[in-house]
């Protein structure tokens, strides 16, 4: 039984909640957001409450479930709020430029990495080692800030390298000398 699944979501103020053809729109004060329904799940507005069911008991079904929830639960969250994911670079010379909608990463290498900003992304810069990825869209968001950090991943000799922002790199003592 899914718990995830058998949630009821409430609508907060401003957003509206439709269903037509099995599309699921969702709009907000930040945007509009459309999921595709899989065929086995139904999806209900009701009293300012978004109700998500299964059709069938199969187990294809019951994945499907909570997993349709979660998804209509972040787009709801992000036409509302929003979803943000900070990173830092850590290292001498390691630094984060924007160029035009490009996002230029001073990293140690021998050449500059450039990365484009996906639409709907939106970045901030804070300082030069320091960057903040926002938009409506979880997936979209996690996914741009994961593609920054693994230009140059943290090392746990000396931690230089790309992190988020309060994550934690176990660091580990190097050679000892005798």
Avoid: C, W
Avoid at 117 to 143: R, W
């Amino acid at each position: 039984m899914s718990r995830i699944g058998n949630r009821v979501l409430t609508i907060p103020e401003g957003v509206v909640v439709s269903v037509n053809d099995m599309v699921v729109t969702v709009k907000g004060p930040k945007g509009e957001l459309n999921l595709t329904l899989d065929k086995r799940i139904n999806v209900s507005v009701q009293d300012g409450n978004v109700v998500v069911t299964r059709v069938n008991e199969t187990i294809p079904a019951r994945k499907m479930h909570g997993t349709t929830n979660a998804i209509i639960k972040n787009m709801i969250t992000g036409v509302s709020e929003g979803f943000s994911k900070s990173l830092e670079i850590i290292g001498v010379g390691y630094r984060f430029n924007m160029s035009g909608t490009k996002l230029v990463i001073h990293s140690g290498k021998s050449h500059v990495d450039e990365i484009a900003v996906p639409e709907g992304i939106k970045l901030e810069l804070k300082g030069n080692n320091q960057v903040t990825v926002s938009g409506i869209d979880k997936e979209k968001v996690g996914e741009f800030a994961a593609n920054i950090r693994k230009v140059r991943k943290p090392e746990p000799y000396k931690g230089k390298g790309i992190r988020y922002v309060g994550e934690y790199v176990r660091r580990k003592e190097g050679k000892k000398a005798k």
